[in-house]
């Protein structure tokens, strides 16, 4: 193979922790071998359930739904036969995105009661006019208190508020509600999303009345057919749900674009328009997947679940071949590491820093960890300019660990100068 460009740096750390076993053990482990997707799967998936079935006591742990709506209005019409059937249809893209990846059926688990999805009711404190899109803060602790009285610890808890804060009247519709995710990881999570007496799972269906609506949210009223607008709020909906679930934004590598729009990039624009034959819609890149594949809320709970990893990493390299930069490197941990995300991200002009809303562009590149607990991210669809890459490690318990680095490329040839001073600092730490 032909080397252009080679930077390495491969140092050990002594007395690092021991790697727990875990499935696989092939000794005739060939990296080329898990390149692709669905080798990586197939491996990833052999892997993590080698580790559940060591680990008892593993229990469902479900989404909860609340409806909040203020002190002086109902909640929309039919909320609860419209999210019964919009939750259903996010379960369903879930589900079939995870058995296209290689990941066989698994979906979020949502809170049901009957058959039904069980949507908590919260009224507010305050009446409608005193609640606005930057109510968030406000909305949260009154449902945490709500919450509370039910003898369930929201701070433990993954949260979909739907907030009945919009108004309706004939094809014109008026949305103040917040509409976002924050503060999440494994463990916990809380995000917002709005309800319209128009939204529903139909509304994203091929519709021969051809209606269109009047939507104002922050600017002024602008045309939407129903189509769209349900894609937009609908999968507005699932993409804040994914930030709830721990998910950044990322970009489909250009591989991946063939399928359509990246769920966490601007898949909310995309969401089930394969239904009404007007793209190819919304998926769920690889990197994704991984991460939901451990979540509590889709593979289950258990004591081990608040337990740190307890990262270590032995070796680190980095370097540029035939157009490719690929980092390799060893860890230890005491929670089994299952697979390796690295996310590209690069700094775009008049952008200050890399993190949320400005990480739309990031790609994702994903690895296998052989027996020996090492592994191997080829980042491909290189670009001039400043980057940032963050390593992650998926544990199988649901945690993950970050560390960056940052290079920069310029007439296609990358520069690890920053990359190998915080390697440096990874290792020693």
């Not at 140092?11 to 060939?30: A, C, M, R, T, W």
């Not at 909640?75 to 079939?96: A, V």
């Not at 999570?189 to 139909?202: K, P, R, Y």
């Not at 299952?338 to 400005?358: F, P």
Request: hydrophobic share 35%.
């Amino acid at each position: 193979m032909h080397v252009r460009f080679l930077i390495i740096l491969f140092l050990s750390i002594p007395g690092s922790i021991s790697p727990v076993n875990s499935e696989p053990n092939d000794k005739s482990f060939v990296w080329e071998n898990f390149y692709k997707q669905p080798q990586q799967a197939q491996y990833i998936a052999k892997r993590f359930q080698g580790w559940r079935k060591k680990n008892s006591g593993i229990s469902s742990k479900p989404l909860r739904v609340v409806y909040f709506h203020p002190k002086d209005r109902e909640p929309l019409r039919d909320h609860r036969i419209r999210w019964n059937g919009i939750l259903t249809d996010i379960q369903n893209f879930f589900r079939t995105e995870m058995t296209r990846l290689g990941y066989k059926k698994i979906t979020l688990s949502v809170e049901r009661e009957d058959g039904k999805l069980k949507l908590h009711n919260v009224r507010g404190m305050k009446n409608d006019s005193n609640y606005t899109y930057k109510s968030g803060g406000e909305i949260r602790e009154e449902v945490f208190n709500n919450l509370r009285k039910k003898k369930i610890n929201p701070s433990q808890e993954t949260l979909l508020i739907v907030c009945g804060l919009s108004k309706t009247e004939g094809k014109k519709v008026t949305i103040y509600s917040p509409y976002y995710g924050m503060g999440a990881d494994h463990n916990r999570g809380i995000c917002f999303t709005a309800d319209m007496e128009w939204l529903s799972v139909e509304g994203l269906k091929l519709d021969p009345k051809k209606i269109t609506l009047q939507i104002k949210e922050h600017r002024g009223f602008e045309p939407f057919t129903l189509g769209r607008f349900n894609t937009v709020y609908i999968g507005g909906t699932i993409h804040e749900l994914g930030h709830g679930l721990s998910l950044p934004h990322n970009l489909a590598t250009q591989k991946e674009s063939i399928r359509g729009t990246a769920l966490m990039g601007a898949g909310n624009y995309t969401y089930r328009k394969e239904w009404r034959k007007q793209g190819k819609g919304s998926f769920l890149t690889h990197s994704s997947a991984l991460r939901l594949l451990v979540h509590p809320l889709f593979s289950g709970t258990s004591d081990l679940t608040k337990v740190l990893p307890n990262l270590t990493y032995e070796k680190i390299k980095i370097f540029e071949v035939d157009g490719v930069i690929r980092i390799q490197g060893k860890i230890s941990s005491e929670i089994p590491t299952i697979a390796m995300i690295a996310y590209n991200d690069r700094e775009n002009k008049g952008q200050r820093g890399y993190m949320v809303n400005n990480n739309y562009d990031a790609t994702s590149w994903t690895s296998v960890l052989n027996q020996d607990n090492e592994f191997q991210i080829n980042i491909e669809d290189l670009r001039d300019g400043n980057h940032q890459i963050r390593l992650l490690s998926i544990h199988a318990n649901g945690a993950t660990e970050t560390k960056r680095m940052h290079y920069s490329i310029e007439d296609g040839k990358p520069n690890f100068a920053q990359a190998l001073k915080e390697i440096d600092n990874i290792l020693a730490n």
